[in-house]
């Protein structure tokens, strides 16, 4: 088969929007999508690539494109005999992470975007990144990848587009998403969330790329929510320019889900089964790199307790006919944090990265494997780091990029839930919220109804981490994990998650619980023992909804009494257990004030329920300990 770019670089694309057949390959005939047509060629007259290519999504196209790119050394090949059908992409130490005071929502109005977003006004933002997408693609070829987030006919999913400049990104997309010709079957004449991106990188005639093409003092990732679009120009890494991920599925899925009365959330989603069989779905939502998907591929240390994958990010939940919350993942793929993932971590993505996933910054071992920290004790001999430097010239650099990544599929991990693929989705039981915090914050507790619930996922905070600019170690409020996400006025999202008490039966949505695996003793060390025993705390609350574990209420909500938590086997002192279980009143009301002040950044669309929640918290905790504190 010829190159791709022979392949498809000949369409009489204006002219008639008719595809040519060519070299008996896979093409797709015919768009009848008027709205996708007309995109496509109002895109083509802005960028001016050189071609276009059109993604069926099959294993030759994929085949194809990789092999292009180890051509042009923007991919490197790993051995075959450690990492088959595996391939390691560096990127340039300007462009690593997701970048949120670049990421902008231009709403109709600034009262629509809220105080967590950077609003622009559209128009004049749309002026903006036509100036720059002028002529962006230029000696390149612009790939149209239509895509489905979520099995393909579920009533739950949802249509993209995505153009992009970047090879690299059709790779990534093809594994995070269900991509190609399936999609652009299932879209017929449907709408669909048009998602443009360009690495911002014009070529010269016959020049090349000299290493990963980024435009970092031209970087904008622009949501328009009221017309659902998506802009991305000038970076090629991660969420900034795999659009499907957390610009649509969260930044533009959550105003949809505001518009049409269904929920997308910065969620793992995970099945849990006892020993006797039975099976339930828990959601859960923590900030960036707080081990989402360490818990998602859970294997757990109780015998006959099974954790089953369904999703590590995002979750995308509807109410079903029955009253009961159901939970489909919109992704195809992890796009997981490479550096502490290791057998003793996380021995379920370990055992999914050993074939068919592009890694991007991590080290390059002498036989051609791949290698982080934290994935055994020491780098091996002369390991290449993520800049592709060794020895003298690596001295002052980590071997992997803290934020280096993994994109492998789901399918290919060995706990993958059989009902991962079921367009109905999953009925969740429990919705767990949690941070890393190294004090105030027990190891778990209940929420007393679906309003406290709601009012535990504003309170999530973390200290920070590598995935996201900002410093780390200072604590950050995410509410629901969703501060970066929200594609709204945050105030507003409260009130839609409260909203969902109304919409049926209070009885039959899930039960929220708040879980902190990250206490630490006067000596820094963790008072949990390890992220394995986690499935413990997950039994206690399959066991709550049960009715078979006990608890006992406290100013913050129900807390396991120690008998009812497993800790056979733990060898865990009456004072860590006690520690672990305890809430720290002092702390807490420190805690109350500190929402009171972080509260107030939302301003009138604050909801009240949740003021009337702080307040009933605040008055459990006087009960306690009556100390006067600053009202609200
Ligand atoms: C992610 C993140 O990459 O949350 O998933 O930052
Ligand atoms: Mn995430």
Redesign the pocket.
């Known amino acids: 088969m010829a190159s791709i770019k022979r392949v498809v670089s000949v369409f009489c694309f204006l002219s008639c929007f008719s595809f040519r057949e060519m070299d008996g390959s896979v093409v797709l005939k015919d768009l009848q999508n008027d709205k996708l047509r007309l995109w496509i060629e109002e895109v083509q007259e802005l960028c001016e690539p050189d071609q276009i290519h059109i993604c069926d999504g099959t294993e030759e196209e994929n085949a194809l494109l990789l092999k292009e790119m180890v051509e042009t050394k923007s991919l490197i090949p790993l051995h075959g005999k450690f990492r088959p059908n595996s391939f390691l992409a560096r990127s340039s130490f300007e462009d690593v992470a997701?970048v949120e005071d670049r990421t902008f929502i231009c709403s109709s109005s600034i009262d629509d975007a809220g105080p967590t977003n950077n609003w622009k006004d559209p128009n004049e933002m749309k002026s903006l990144l036509k100036s720059l997408f002028k002529g962006c693609m230029r000696g390149r070829t612009m790939y149209v990848i239509p895509f489905s987030m979520g099995p393909i006919g579920s009533s739950i999913a949802q249509i993209g587009v995505e153009i992009t400049d970047s090879p690299y990104v059709v790779c990534n997309m093809r594994i995070m998403t269900r991509m190609g010709r399936e999609a652009l079957n299932a879209l017929k004449d449907q709408d669909f969330v048009p998602c443009l991106h360009s690495v911002g990188v014009p070529l010269e005639a016959g020049k090349m790329d000299n290493g990963w093409p980024c435009n970092p003092q031209n970087k904008y990732i622009v949501h328009f929510p009221q017309t659902k679009e998506i802009w991305s120009y000038g970076s090629g890494y991660?969420?900034n320019a795999l659009l499907a991920?957390?610009c649509f599925a969260l930044r533009i899925a959550s105003q949809m889900g505001k518009e049409e009365g269904w929920l997308a959330e910065?969620m793992l989603i995970l099945g849990i089964e006892n020993p006797d069989g039975k099976k339930k779905y828990f959601a859960a939502a923590f900030?960036?790199?707080c081990g989402?998907t360490n818990l998602a591929m859970l294997q757990s240390s109780l015998p006959g307790w099974k954790i089953t994958l369904v999703g590590d990010?995002i979750a995308w939940m509807k109410l079903g006919e029955d009253g009961k919350l159901y939970a489909i993942n919109p992704e195809a793929g992890m796009?997981g944090?490479a550096p502490g993932t290791s057998f003793q971590t996380n021995p379920n993505a370990m055992e999914t990265i050993k074939s068919d996933t592009i890694f991007t910054n991590v080290g390059l071992t002498q036989d051609g494997d791949v290698w982080w920290e934290g994935m055994d004790k020491d780098p091996p001999k002369n390991c290449t780091n993520w800049l592709g430097d060794m020895g003298e010239a690596a001295l002052d650099q980590k071997i992997a990029h803290p934020n280096a990544?993994y994109t492998t599929p789901i399918k290919g991990c060995p706990t993958v839930d059989p009902a991962f693929d079921d367009p109905k989705g999953v009925p969740i039981s429990a919705i767990l919220f949690g941070g890393r915090r190294a004090s105030v914050v027990p190891l778990v507790f209940e929420s007393k109804n679906w309003r406290h619930g709601t009012f535990l996922g504003t309170i999530v905070s973390s200290e920070g981490t590598a995935?996201?600019n900002g410093p780390i170690g200072k604590l950050r409020h995410d509410p629901f994990a969703m501060l970066?996400?929200c594609g709204y006025h945050m105030g507003d999202y409260f009130s839609h998650w409260l909203s969902f008490e109304k919409r049926g039966d209070p009885s039959l949505l899930p039960t929220v619980y708040y879980v902190n695996w990250f206490l630490k003793d006067g000596s820094g060390s963790f008072l949990w023992p390890g992220f394995r025993e986690n499935g413990r705390v997950l039994k206690w609350i399959f066991e709550r909804l049960d009715g078979t574990a006990s608890a006992e209420s406290t100013p913050i909500g129900n807390m396991p009494t120690p008998t009812s938590l497993d800790l056979n086997d733990l060898n865990l002192s009456i004072e860590t257990v006690g520690k672990l279980l305890t809430v720290d009143v002092g702390a807490w009301l420190n805690e109350v004030e500190e929402l009171k002040n972080y509260y107030k950044i939302f301003g009138e669309k604050f909801p009240s329920e949740i003021v009337e929640e702080l307040h009933l918290l605040e008055a459990a905790l006087v009960d306690k300990n009556p100390k006067p504190t600053e009202s609200f």
């Open positions: 997701r991660g969420g991920k957390k910065h900030p960036s790199a989402k990010d796009f944090v990544r995935a996201a970066p996400f």
